[in-house]
């Protein structure tokens, strides 16, 4: 596509240089007859090649009647009547203003390359004690894989031997990793973290997640409907009226009332069909878009198409992925309990120098909370247990912290506790010392851009997630939404996002708020896909049709605002530009308004535009 465009840009460049030697030329030697008509027809041949070929496209989808038609049919009017170098001026600014709108589609579909990074390459498969390197395609239903610490599983299957934890962030957007072992099912795309395990598939690669996800996106980027703009859907009303008009006024007098002056009014026709070419009509609204975009990316958000600015109006459903888009998908320490006999900085102390060898996200948030330098030399025969927890001798006592299972395990008796964050439970030789809880925080933006949401947008807030149920709960809970699900793979948010799109009527939208690449299928399907920058995936950037460059969930306010001073400065073009053209059309009929006159007024139309869009860009939102 990137080498169509340019081609494109080539041939008008052409054209544009072939046009200029012709005006030069016909205005200094006075050029008259069949060499004038004939640099003239080479330059409009070349100028309007892409308009040209979007009119073949139209023919062929039996779109008969639109504004590329009405172009050619005005501009090839003229030629005939011998009004060259307006015919081709009228029709280079036509193809200019299309081309520059569909370089805004070209990257529409490069959002599926970023999904490569979750599709593992090779599989190794156990072959009567012997391990294979294959590709994933080629494994068939239960066969035996076996995945290693640090590689992608590649199938779908149930672990048969050996246990660890899981990294499912991106198909889940979970942080924290997932302990498996014999009889759990694992999916594809995930991260084995910590220990070797063997699995039994029991999906062909074509239906694993992975595949599937990828399908599925590639599908909504091929099937979401290409937006008509409001200008656009006038036009098919637009063109055939004009389009019959011009021809009455041709026809219509010199079989009447003007007897026999065929010549005389079949130019006022062209004059009127030329007149009604709608540059300016075309032209108002993008040119506001552009402003409105600019105007966004000043403020550090990126709105990759001007009709997304006039869906955001339209939206009354916004849903929100949890972790690291609420959330700073950054876990704290937010509650140490230390058992009678022991104080709580000695209980954080001890967590932290025995999880001081992990980078698990937990064991980070202890180090954090505690604070201080941790002397390596105390600590001594570490163990990382997979499903459980961490053991180390520190300062000569054996200290075990991890789930609930880890204090089963150590037959102590432990605090039961229902909580939101997760919690790891101590043991320091074989006494239970207490518990320590830490959590993902919710962005303090959140809570005000929610707030902002319901009571001054009327929105209904949505959050879906692949996190766990009470830590769902609590999220939603503080930040007041309307639903919350939980525990939800890729294609469970898109059944959801999809039952919320069908209860929506045609002028309401679904928006989606999301960052990691579990999340790019439903940013595609969304109306309106707002993905997380800084920290988002590439996929989510691409699937995205909105993005927020600082991460800051409260630029959706900023976004918001902008959107409708936008839409308010299309509707006062679009009525300039409908008042203006039909001013200049009356005054056709009657042959009191030339050409000439036509084109200014539309360049006058086209110049408010651009005054409007500048001041669409200098907008404070804030």
Not at 60 to 70: C, P
Not at 186 to 203: D, F, H, M, P, Q
């Amino acid at each position: 596509m990137a080498d169509e465009g340019k081609k494109q840009w080539i041939v008008l460049g052409i054209g544009i240089v072939v046009y200029a030697g012709a005006v030069i030329l016909s205005i200094k030697y006075k050029l008259r007859g069949g060499l004038e008509f004939a640099l003239f027809a080479e330059a409009y041949l070349l100028i309007g090649f892409s308009v040209f070929r979007r009119v073949v496209a139209n023919i062929e989808q039996r779109q008969y009647f639109n504004e590329n038609v009405l172009i050619v049919l005005a501009t090839a009017g003229a030629m005939g009547v011998g009004r060259y170098i307006e015919a081709d001026a009228v029709l280079l600014m036509f193809a200019l203003a299309g081309i520059a709108e569909n370089r805004t589609v070209r990257r529409s579909k490069k959002f599926i390359q970023d999904f490569i990074d979750i599709r593992p390459v090779t599989a190794i498969r156990k072959v009567r004690g012997k391990e294979v390197e294959v590709d994933p395609s080629e494994l068939k239903l239960r066969n035996i894989v076996v995945v290693k610490p640090g590689e992608k599983v590649p199938i779908d299957g149930i672990v048969t031997a050996g246990a660890t934890t899981l990294d499912t962030q991106a198909l889940t957007g979970e942080t924290i990793p997932r302990a498996v072992g014999v009889g759990d099912k694992i999916y594809s795309g995930s991260i084995n973290l910590t220990g070797a395990v063997e699995l039994r598939v029991t999906k062909t690669y074509e239906d694993s997640t992975v595949s599937r996800i990828m399908e599925m996106v590639e599908a909504a980027g091929q099937e979401k409907v290409k937006q008509v703009t409001p200008v656009k859907r006038f036009m098919h009303i637009y063109t055939p009226i004009v389009t019959l008009a011009a021809f009455f006024i041709a026809v219509v007098p010199p079989l009447s009332f003007a007897w026999g002056h065929w010549h005389e009014w079949i130019y006022r026709g062209l004059i009127f069909l030329i007149a009604a070419c709608p540059c300016g009509l075309l032209i108002s609204e993008p040119l506001a878009y552009l402003g409105g975009i600019a105007a966004a990316a000043k403020h550090g958000v990126i709105v990759k198409g001007g009709h997304f600015l006039e869906l955001l109006t339209q939206s009354d459903i916004f849903i929100f992925d949890k972790t690291g888009t609420l959330t700073e998908g950054v876990f704290a320490v937010t509650e140490v309990h230390p058992e009678a006999g022991m104080e709580a900085e000695e209980l954080l102390k001890m967590a932290a120098y025995a999880e001081c060898y992990s980078n698990h996200p937990i064991a980070k948030s202890l180090q954090e909370a505690y604070q201080k330098p941790i002397d390596k030399k105390q600590i001594k025969s570490v163990k990382e247990t997979a499903g459980y927890g961490v053991s180390a001798t520190v300062e000569g006592k054996r200290v075990h912290i991890g789930n609930r299972r880890m204090a089963e395990k150590q037959k102590v008796e432990y605090a039961h506790v229902e909580s939101s964050g997760t919690v790891l439970h101590v043991v320091i030789d074989k006494v239970y010392a207490g518990y320590i809880v830490a959590e993902d925080m919710i962005k303090e933006e959140a809570y005000s851009t929610m707030e902002w949401l319901q009571k001054k947008f009327h929105a209904v807030l949505v959050m879906l997630t692949g996190d766990r149920v009470a830590a769902a709960r609590k999220v939603a809970w503080d930040l007041d939404m309307d639903y919350a699900y939980a525990n939800l793979l890729p294609e469970e948010k898109l059944e959801h996002l999809t039952e919320f799109k069908q209860i929506q009527g045609d002028k309401e939208k679904v928006v989606f708020v999301g960052d990691g690449i579990n999340d790019a299928l439903v940013l595609t399907e969304a109306d309106i896909g707002i993905a997380m920058g800084a920290f988002g995936s590439d996929a989510a950037i691409e699937a995205a049709d909105v993005v927020l460059m600082e991460d800051d969930i409260s630029k959706i306010i900023d976004i918001i605002k902008l959107a409708k001073e936008t839409v308010q400065v299309v509707r006062s073009n679009l009525i300039l530009a409908f008042a203006t053209k039909a001013v200049v059309l009356l005054f056709c009929i009657p042959g009191y308004m030339g050409l000439w006159t036509a084109l200014a007024a539309d360049l006058v139309v086209m110049f408010v535009s651009l005054l409007n869009a500048i001041s669409i860009v200098k907008y404070p939102v804030d």
